[in-house]
């Protein structure tokens, strides 16, 4: 039986879901093969009978772990994936990280465009940084990707009626409410495979993941899924201590969202 508050949780996203492919013309979902976007896709097979129903994209700049290749390619076929891959060039970027900044949601942008989606499931969460928990369950984007985070439409009594910029899109935002903990308990819950790369190898696993150029290993002995829930009710270190574009001071990271970046 799943506890009464992952059900909560689980209830409201898969609403989020449903009510995303219901409104919603063309929907496309972001996976980038870490927990909180494998969990999304769990979500979504629970939510529509055993498949995810909108295709899934991955926004590739090459420089990945081998580790999350495999993951991808192994999860895709076994659940069925409908697999969009984007490829995204790693070129100077005055705004953020080169490698993950401004240019992969232009890759994203063009890849809209290509297929005309007009919802994005995205699996941010409130809990990860200052400028995320400004996000809404369904957030409008204009044409241009612009997110703006000082004006952005009430959520009241589940009311989630974003209005649509005719050339822009809607990010759908299911795991907004939940929190690390909550998310590792689901995967231990629902037995939903996880990157190899969250476990300890030699005294240190990935908390956070993103490709090799911006991601680093912590310390920790945590070989299993329930080592990382023991270790999670201890530590007071934040979450993406090991991604340096977190390390951005607070008004870039704004600016790089409003810029479309995940």
């Not at 069925?80 to 970027?93: Q, Y």
Request: net charge positive; with cysteine.
């Amino acid at each position: 039986m799943i506890p009464q508050d992952l059900k909560i949780l689980e209830e409201k996203s898969i609403y989020l879901l449903r009510e995303a492919k219901l409104r919603f013309n063309n929907v496309a979902a972001l996976w980038s093969m870490g927990k909180d976007s494998t969990t999304m896709l769990a979500l979504a097979r629970k939510a529509f009978l055993g498949k995810v129903p909108f295709p899934v994209i991955h926004i590739d700049n090459s420089i990945d772990f081998p580790e999350t290749y495999r993951f991808r390619d192994e999860l895709a076929k076994k659940w069925k994936l409908d697999l969009i891959v984007g490829e995204s060039e790693i070129n100077p970027d005055l705004v953020g990280s080169a490698c993950c900044g401004k240019n992969k949601p232009e890759t994203l942008k063009k890849l809209m465009a290509t297929y005309g989606f007009d919802a994005l499931v995205v699996s941010i969460r409130r809990d990860e940084h200052g400028i995320r928990a400004k996000e809404r369950y369904m957030s409008p984007r204009d044409k241009n990707f612009r997110w703006n985070y000082k004006n952005q439409p009430a959520e009241l009594w589940d009311d989630y009626s974003s209005k649509l910029d005719v050339r822009g899109h809607i990010r759908v935002h299911p795991l907004l409410d939940w929190n690390e903990i909550d998310v590792w308990n689901y995967i231990k819950q629902e037995k939903i495979p996880v990157n190899p790369l969250y476990f300890s190898r030699n005294g240190y696993r990935y908390r956070s993941l993103g490709c090799t150029h911006c991601t680093i290993p912590l310390k920790s002995d945590a070989r299993g899924v329930n080592d990382i829930i023991r270790e999670l009710e201890t530590t007071k270190d934040e979450e993406r201590s090991g991604r340096s574009m977190d390390k951005e001071r607070e008004y870039v990271m704004s600016k790089l969202r409003a810029l479309g970046y995940m």
